[in-house]
């Protein structure tokens, strides 16, 4: 989250699912050993991400899981409220489906790899779906799909940038690893208000943004100012205008850091969308705080990196962005 704060109290039931509550008290002993469970979790998740990912595409039992994806991802695309939540589910269905197909498979090949996907599309897939199923009837809560795709250009810009960068420069600290923050060659492309990523290895990546009433409230009821807070399929921020204020520089580094929430954790680590990413996400925050957490820049899978590896970009092009303003309004005085 590039900074979201929900006191889970406060929060309403629907909202409550996807809230996310900050605190400023410093990491604690108790802490310490809750967010070191949530990171041993997520290395354990982590360790099913070298298994296959979808059944063999001559393997007819998984035909009706990729209709179902390739439909569910144009839906979940379209920007229409409703269809695209319908969209998310079918997606996630889609994955469920896939579980079969691989069992059938892994017995059929006596592949353990593939089997062992089997039953992480079964355990995963099963959360994504019920997820996406108790998501569904509160399609009326988000608000208007927010632009994303005018800035693919920036995002792209940010993304090439990124692979300049040296890695200490944008790793969190001594227990992070990473080469990269995202896969080498990753970029998107416009597709109506949304981003189309291609990642090299895994492959398309839709991201979305909403604006969203019940983020918008709760940041008012906990007197919190975060503008966007992930979702597996994108994020939401809290109003249009609020988007649209800031600048382009601003918007690609907030989409980029919600999108290694999106992809890098919530689908490479958690596997999908299912309910375990949020409790994985709350139960550590109020001990060890927004930079300290697992999930922002406590950790070699922190979302803070994006930030750290675009601070540069971000300034030089801000302040160029600042003096071609400053240039204009002088030039508009002198004519
Ligand atoms: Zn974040």
Redesign the pocket.
Known sequence: ????AVTPALAPAHARRDACPRSHRGPGRAGARVGSRALVLCVLLTSCGTLPTDSHAYNPLGWPSKAFQSTGFVAADSGWPFVREFGRLLGAVGELLDAPALLVEGVATASPDTLGAGLRHTVFGSGSTLTAAYNLPCFVMPGRNIDLGRDAEVVNEALAFLETVDPAEFRLGDFDDRESVFPKGTRCRRSGENLIYTIPGRGEVLQSAESSIAFDWLNTLASTSFGAQ?RSWGFVVRTKAAWDERSRYRRAVTIL??LC?QEQQMRQVFVGWNFAYWPAYMAPFPFTGHEGHW??GGSALG??AVNRGLTRWFVRNWRREKSEQALRQDSQRDS
């Open positions: 989250m590039t900074a979201t992930e850091h919600e929430h999930a922002e979302a803070n």
